[in-house]
């Protein structure tokens, strides 16, 4: 599906202009084979125009580092990376007039399963969070900044060097920038593939050359990141969001959207879809038009489950999701969590037992260790899923299952416990019926291996 299509799903929506003139790389990206992504392609479709207006080298007075700030706040632009914090609130709280240097890093250690956009953002069109980053480094008077990209993708890593390499040489990067008094370097950092290196602070750690594990907050990276000097981190479509929001207002932005939850965003569809990809729709869609979008169920099936926020968001069955929009509130007055954006799709011959089994394996092999809750609760959790898989579980073990999920969430230094025990308390609560039938029958009488 290519834009000009988006375009005519939403045309009786009053929303395509949203879409029109909008660089940030849509969906299906304008061209897979990657021809696009270079500097003059991006110039060509009117990129780095933001940075010129808030530098005043477009004819207007430019913008001051308040006026940044408030138009990224006005446009009610919250965090792509799975929190949803808001991001003008997150860059206010950089201590602009800290004497010593700080830090602005990107998040793009994507290691969520069931999420791609990432990736496809930084491979197809890298100069846009380039140019949100220096945007960003402006508002809060930061000189130095990198790119934390995921282990496992060297490609997307060698496609983003190239591409910081086009934007020093044409005077975008690097010292007074396009004439200004302002000066920014960029670098990339490639990471080693550690699911936990995604915890912003574990990723501190790394890019520390340290082994990635998550710090204690507070303090918080604001006051105490990178190098203990004060960091701003926001995931890697943040960034990219943030150059149209500049070139057209926070008020624009903010009607692609709904209240509370500002433009478009990325979605990840993947599972029991005949059209598995990368969706970029308003925030406020109802899901059954990103289903739509994706072509629906697959092999006409009916849908039973949907996780709508990537692997760590509680799963949430076909009759509740139906009656969702897409957007944070919306998911999150449900019972799960917008998160990652990674829409994992299931059908009526999915097995939640071993969908569960594969989630919690994940898990207890991504835990860092570091607390004890997680360190031995996802194991206790990965081999009572098995027992119950296999035909062995007891009558006792959903109440057990719940009883240990409930005595990690809460009690972690980092997320990931939580990411682990919400998927085993949402699928006993939607679907404690298969695991029963688990138990009593000593087999699957319910999945695809009836």
Known sequence: MNVSQVL??????????????RHINPQIYADLNGANWSLNDYVARGGYQALRKILGKDGSEGMSQDQVIATV?????????????????????????????????CNSDEGEPGTCKDRDILMFNPHIVIEGMIIAAYAMGITAGYNYIHGEIFEVYERFEAALEEARAA???????????????????????????GEETALLESLEGKKGQPRFKPPFPASFGLYGKPT?????????????????????????????????????????????????????TPFSKLLELAGGVKGGRKLKAVI???SSAPVLPADIIMECTMDYDSIAKAGSMLGSGAVIVMDETRCMVESLQRLSYFYMHESCG??????????????????????EGRPGDMDLLDNVAENIQGRTICALGDAAAMPVRAML???RHEFEDHVQNKKC?????A
């Open 8 to 21: 005519e799903q939403f045309s009786s929506s009053g929303v395509e202009t949203c879409f029109h003139d």
């Open 171 to 197: 005077g975008y990067l690097g010292n007074n920038i396009l004439g200004s008094d302002f000066s920014f370097q960029l670098y990339a950092a490639h990471g080693f593939g550690a699911y936990i290196c």
């Open 232 to 284: 701003t981190i926001n995931n890697t479509e943040t960034f990219a969001a943030v150059p149209w929001i500049i070139r057209h207002g926070g008020a624009a932005y903010l009607a692609c959207g709904k209240p509370n939850n500002g433009g478009t965003k990325i979605f990840s569809v993947s599972g029991d879809v005949e059209r598995p990809g990368n969706y970029e729709i308003p925030l406020g």
């Open 308 to 310: 709508p926020g990537g």
């Open 429 to 431: 609560k939607h679907f």
């Open 370 to 391: 570091q607390c004890t809750p997680c360190r031995e609760g996802t194991g206790w959790l990965s081999r009572m899923v098995d027992r119950i898989k296999g035909g």
């Open 73 to 105: 706040k006005e446009s009610g632009l919250r965090g792509r990376g799975g929190a949803g914090f808001p991001t003008g609130l997150k860059w206010s709280f950089m201590p602009r007039q800290f004497p010593g240097q700080k830090y602005l890093v």
């Open 445 to 449: 009488t319910t999945g695809s291996n």
